[in-house]
């Protein structure tokens, strides 16, 4: 079984620039969410999708946007980069309908970005 | 609304103490909560959870007693092994339960 996969591990890019994050979901999970940690600060819930339908949104702005497709994979865009953006992007997938309340999500390593 | 509070770190500890990682929660309703831990370099893993009050989530060692009256959900560990160092986070499912809401973390080293 194929865990959560995401791409890039590392980027670097200037601010103002785009960047776009991939997230490979479990087999089998139809929900994805994306979360932001900053260093040495817990997930921050960025966004999640259920179905191909953005299903909950953090507080964020909206430069940051987000896709799934429909093998359940993932994309997060932000736009417009600011110093601030730099983290950890964190993507998690799971399966049922979208709720977390008893249902485990399954975490991929992330994508360091850092933004110049 | 909902939250988490956790233990600041860093705590470092020798092989083989006891381990408590404190954690306090404010929630809507009585929500499932977790531990999660983050190896140096990984993502996140569930470590152990509790769904309903007075439950006790356990694993690797772990345990973890869901405390209604007090609204705190402790990591504690008997004897705590080198391997166990990491980030531990406290978290629960906000009440639209699409989301994760975590604590702060709390970094663990345990020296050999």
């Known amino acids: 079984e194929t865990g959560v996969t995401q791409s890039p591990t590392h980027l670097i890019k200037t601010r103002g620039q785009q960047v776009t994050l991939r997230c490979s979901s479990q087999s089998g999970h139809n929900t994805v969410s994306w979360y932001q940690q900053a260093l040495g600060q817990g997930p921050q819930f960025i966004f999640q999708?259920?179905?191909?339908?953005?299903?909950g949104r953090g507080n964020f702005p909206p430069r940051f946007s987000g896709l799934q497709f429909p093998n359940y994979s993932s994309e997060l865009n932000v736009n417009a980069l600011e110093l601030d953006d730099s983290a950890l992007y964190l993507c998690a997938s799971s399966p049922g309908t979208g709720s977390l309340m008893n249902t485990e999500a399954f975490f991929g390593q992330g994508t360091r970005l850092t933004v110049v | 609304g909902d939250s988490v509070t956790q233990m600041e770190g860093p705590v470092t500890l020798s092989e083989e103490a006891f381990l408590t990682i404190n954690c306090t929660y404010t929630a809507t309703g009585y929500p499932s909560l977790f531990w999660y831990v983050q190896y140096p370099g990984e993502g996140l893993q569930l470590l152990l959870k509790a769904t309903k009050a007075d439950d006790k989530g356990s694993n690797k060692g772990f345990e973890a007693t869901y405390r209604k009256e007090t609204t705190s959900f402790h990591l504690e560990k008997g004897s705590v092994q080198v391997s166990d160092s990491a980030v531990y986070f406290c978290a629960l499912p906000y009440s639209s339960a699409s989301k994760i809401i975590f604590g702060s973390g709390t970094r663990l080293s345990i020296r050999p």
């Open positions: 999708y259920y179905r191909e339908e953005e299903n």
